[in-house]
């Protein structure tokens, strides 16, 4: 009977080296990033403009990109180390 393995994942799409000088500086920017979105929360009212809530929605896509490759980075790395 034919033993069946499990395949590693290949995480390098979304981080090519987690410990690199590149990935520390892409999980700095994101937190910059969610500060400055963070002094944002007071212009969200009934008398925000469009252009002003286009501006915040934009952000939040961008830190919701940024954090998923991050966060999926973290997720799977956790996920193959404990397969077996």
Known sequence: MAEYELGKWDLSELAKNP???SF???IKDLEN????FEKNK????SKITSKQFKIILQQ?????HKM???????SLSYSSDTQS
């Open 19 to 21: 410990k690199s000088p």
């Open 68 to 74: 998923s490759k991050i966060g999926g980075y973290a």
């Open 60 to 64: 939040v896509e961008e830190i919701s």
């Open 33 to 36: 990033q969610a500060k400055k």
């Open 24 to 26: 520390q500086k892409q």
């Open 42 to 45: 007071s212009k969200l009212n």
